[in-house]
Nanobody, 125 residues
């Protein structure tokens, strides 16, 4: 299983970024893929999750709802995270993770067994 994130960078408040997670080594159409983030000194937290077998099934915590959008493209084996109206509080390393257990739709960090290496997102004026 491989998950490779890309698309991070330095942006100003109010800007947008699109992160990509290129997945391989498993059945892409039968997984739950999540984006998580970790800021310095803080615990890793969920950002968005999607069921690749049912792209309409998604989850967003309140702190990103309405600003972030997760999507999956099975033809590319890639999950995207569109981030709009970015705030300094969104600064963190963003990770893509996969839950291949097929036991349900979970959003907890502990449910995910496979992780990418992360990509840095910095929002600063």
């Amino acid at each position: 299983v491989q998950l490779l994130e890309s698309g991070g960078g330095l942006v100003r408040p109010g800007d947008s970024l699109r992160l990509s997670c290129a997945a391989s080594g498993f059945n892409f159409d039968d997984a739950v893929i999540g984006w998580f983030r970790q800021a310095p000194g803080k615990e890793r937290e969920e950002v968005a999750c999607i069921s690749t077998s049912d792209n309409s099934r998604t989850y967003y915590p309140d702190y990103v709802k309405g600003r972030f959008t997760i999507s999956a493209d099975s033809t590319q084996g890639t999950v995207f995270l569109q981030m709009d109206s970015l705030e300094p509080e969104d600064t963190a390393v963003y990770y893509c993770a996969a839950d291949l257990s097929r036991s349900g739709f979970y959003t907890r960090v502990s449910q995910y067994d496979y992780w990418g290496q992360g990509t840095q997102v910095t929002v600063s004026s």
